[in-house]
């Protein structure tokens, strides 16, 4: 059972149809890691994806606030981006832990700032410049995230190659 996906070379257009295809499949909520450099497209995707959800408020960006949270019919999601924290420390403040209940998702633009402070990913994103276009791929690192890419498959199979 492939715990990967991925597919390089795509446009905008098409990582906004990868992550739209995301909703409705992360039901059971779970962390979500996005990894990529500087304009890599983080955001797109998370903005494609709680669209897709339906937030239906004005998606901000959580670059200075830290955290953005949103509802999803009865599901709470969240959006971090940790770029501008400096340590760890710095996320005390947001009761992480407390953030995990309730079925919620928790989509975290640059993880690798949090350190352990962030609870465990169930899938990673990561995003890689490739010219004007970017390499995709999403790998599941827990038995939940397993289950969803599991259950993504189908979805993504006709734009993502497995690997
Ligand atoms: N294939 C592509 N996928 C995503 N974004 C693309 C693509 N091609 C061009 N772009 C552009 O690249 C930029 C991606 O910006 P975005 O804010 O999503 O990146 P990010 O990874 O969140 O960066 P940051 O680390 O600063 O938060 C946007 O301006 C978008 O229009
Ligand atoms: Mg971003």
């Given at each position: 059972m492939s715990d990967r996906f991925e597919k390089t070379g795509i446009d905008e257009n098409e990582l906004v149809a990868i992550a739209r295809k995301f909703a409705g499949r992360l039901d059971a909520g779970g962390v979500v890691f996005l990894k990529g450099e500087?304009?890599?497209?983080k955001t797109t995707f998370a903005r494609a994806l709680m669209s897709a959800l339906g937030v239906g408020e004005r998606i901000k960006s959580p670059?200075?606030?830290l955290i953005e949270s949103y509802r999803s019919g009865q599901q709470p999601v969240h959006h971090l981006d940790l770029y501008r924290i400096a340590h760890a420390g710095e996320l005390e403040w947001l009761g992480l832990p407390d953030l995990l209940d309730d079925r919620a998702l928790i989509l975290v633009e640059w993880p690798e700032r949090a350190g352990a402070a962030l609870p465990p990913a169930d899938l990673v994103i990561e995003l890689r410049h490739a010219g004007e276009r970017r390499d995709f791929s999403v790998t599941a690192v827990s038995a939940a995230g397993l289950a969803s890419l599991q259950g993504l498959r189908g979805a993504l199979a006709p734009t993502v190659g497995s690997t």
């Open positions: 500087l304009g890599a497209g670059t200075y606030s």
